[in-house]
Each structure stands twice: as C-alpha cells, then as structure tokens.
C-alpha cells in the first residue's frame, strides 16, 4: 500500500495544492510584513479593540512562540499569537490578529460550525491514529471489515477539514468587516490585509482537498468504484 503509484495519483493534487497554498501564503505575509497601518496598532491591541467593541471581557491576549502559531483556544478562552503578529503594526499582523479575535468573537456569539469544530477535536485525535492502524493492518491481512472501520474512522477527520472551511471563512470575514468599522485599518488597508487571509485560508482548501482524496482512495482500494456487472 505504501509504494502503490494510484496512490500518489490521487494524492497529487492536493499535494500541488497544498504547495501552492503555503508558498502564497508566506510570501503574502512576508510582503505586507513589511508594510505598517496609519493607525499604528500592534497586532495584540487590534485585537484587544475587537474583543473589546464585541463586549468581550474574559478572553486573554498571549504572545506564544512559532511561525503563524497565532490561534483562538476555546477550552481556555486564550488567543495566542506569534511573535510577527503580537508586537508588529504590519498590515500582515493586523490581518491575522484580527482573524483570530474573529475565532474569539465566534465562541462568545455560538457561532454553530465552530461549536461542531471544538466537539470533533478530541474524536479525531482519537480516530486518526487508530484508522491508520486499522487499515494498514487490514490491508496486510486482506481484511476488509478491519479496513471499513478505518475508513469509518479516518472519515471523522475528512468531516473536521470541511467543518474547518466554513468556522476559518468566516472569521476573516468578520476581521475584513469590523477591523474597518473599529478604525484599525483604513479601507485601502483593509484589501491589503484581505490579501493575506485569503491567502491563508486557501491552506484550509488544500488540507479538506487532501483528505477528501485520500479517503477516495481508500475507498478505490475497497472497491467501492470497481465496476460490477
């Protein structure tokens, strides 16, 4: 199974795109890096002014080390961002604060994708492991109930990717609208900065793309598009 050519056959385009995704990525932050608001904020501030307009009171800013490490913790009610965004006043930093305060802003008004999101997390840190296992061993067994409760399983993080889409869209699109409306950026700002989160969030695309083909081809493996007469 490992060394099977339709396996990489499948698995090319999302590799392709998942490529593509995070070279545009970096290079997108990495140029508006180095251009600052008008307004001169840091990345921690913006974010405090979101949280702060949305009447959000009990969530705590932290730097935390790492390259674009910056996420919301729902658990803890923590938002965590990087050292290129915490301090810096970049058009690039702004944007990805404010989308983070937009995960947080989300939690406090029971946005429900996010919600589903948070609820899927400790099964797929469960589930993932163990359907690789299962189908591996199934395979190596010709055991098709064994690879059927792989597939099953590895289904749950195939769900999490696409539940993902649609918690991330929307978090950059309230950081685009209300990081406007709190004077953070100015609407010239405000596209620069849609630059990098449109970028980032075609990372989320690659990764439901890469995991829908993989499941594909588990399921090519089973049969399950053979044709039968």
């Not at 307009?53 to 961002?81: K, M, Q, T, W």
């Not at 802003?105 to 946005?111: D, L, P, S």
């Amino acid at each position: 199974m490992y060394f099977d050519p339709v396996y990489f056959l499948f698995l090319l385009p999302g590799l392709l795109l998942a490529a593509w995704a995070s070279c545009k990525t970096k290079t997108t932050f990495d140029r508006y890096s180095e251009v600052t608001t008008a307004a001169g904020m840091t990345g921690a501030q913006a974010a405090a002014r979101l949280l702060a307009d949305a009447g959000i009171r009990d969530v705590r800013i932290e730097e935390v080390g790492g390259f674009l490490s910056d996420h919301y913790d729902p658990a803890n009610r923590v938002l965590r961002l990087s050292p290129s965004v915490y301090g810096s006043n970049s058009i690039a930093a702004i944007g990805v604060a404010c989308h983070e305060a937009g995960h947080a802003i989300q939690h406090a008004t029971n946005y429900g994708p996010l919600g589903m999101r948070s609820a899927l997390v400790p099964v797929v840190n469960f589930s993932s492991p163990v359907s690789y296992i299962l189908m591996v061993l199934g395979f190596i067994l010709a055991a098709p109930g064994m690879i059927w409760l792989g597939v099953i399983l590895f289904s749950m993080a195939v769900l999490f990717t696409l539940v993902t889409l649609p918690v991330e869209y929307d978090a950059s699109r309230r950081a685009k609208l209300l990081m406007v409306e709190a004077g953070i950026v100015t609407p010239h700002e405000e596209r620069a900065a849609a630059e990098v989160l449109n970028a980032a969030f075609l990372t989320y695309v690659a990764s439901a793309v890469s995991a829908l083909l993989t499941l594909l081809y588990y399921l090519y493996r089973l049969g399950v598009f053979s044709r039968r007469d």
